[in-house]
């Protein structure tokens, strides 16, 4: 099966860019792990990211804003030595900064598809070199977030965040998956 040029031939990898990159999210609990995830993936390979998410899950409450939210330094500190995740204080810290921001959201989902007007956009590229890295819809998402709170949500990370949420659609138009989700226009947020 043909695939967007960036996915391995890992089956983990395989298996996110058939079922998860790009296919709209609407789930509160679903894209405040995204957001986390987007986060610890700065600076790294989405797959290192990827094969740890398992245990993010297990040891970051299920991504549970709530009870990340109250997280303290000394759990912080007992993470920093857990080696099946990225050790890293600063990311583990916007956690819980963005956990708390994300709950002062009256809709956190309605915030973050508000850069897209609620619908997905559907892109058309041909292939990885035109598809961008950065957006003007991800710079005001960026800086409404900052604004709100949130941290480790810069331009990058917040264009990664829309296309892996199915915010923007960016499987290249050679990829099997793209047909699939060029053909599906979810309905705006009311």
């Not at 890992?10 to 079922?19: E, F, I, K």
């Not at 619908?119 to 035109?130: D, G, L, Y």
Request: glycine share 4%; proline share 6%; with cysteine.
């Amino acid at each position: 099966m043909p695939r967007c040029v960036w996915c391995t031939d890992d089956p983990l990898y395989s298996a996110y860019h058939d079922h998860e990159w790009g296919v709209p999210q609407r789930d509160a609990q679903a894209l405040f792990e995204l957001l986390l995830l987007e986060a610890f993936q700065a600076g790294l390979s989405w797959i290192t990211v990827l094969k740890k998410r398992e245990r993010y899950r297990q040891v970051l409450f299920g991504f549970d804003p709530q009870r990340l939210a109250q997280m303290s330094d000394e759990e912080i500190e007992v993470l920093m030595q857990d080696p099946g995740i990225i050790r890293n204080r600063l990311k583990l810290k916007a956690a819980r900064q963005n956990a708390q921001a994300w709950l002062q959201q009256d809709d956190p989902v309605a915030l973050l598809w508000s850069f897209v007007d609620g619908v997905s956009r559907i892109n058309h590229f041909n292939e990885r070199s035109q598809v961008p890295a950065i957006t003007p819809q991800a710079e005001a998402m960026s800086r409404a977030l900052k604004k709100a709170g949130f941290t480790f949500v810069g331009p990058t990370i917040c264009y990664a965040l829309m296309q892996a949420s199915g915010m923007v659609m960016d499987h290249t138009t050679d990829c099997d998956s793209y047909p699939r989700l060029a053909g599906t226009m979810p309905t705006p947020i009311v």
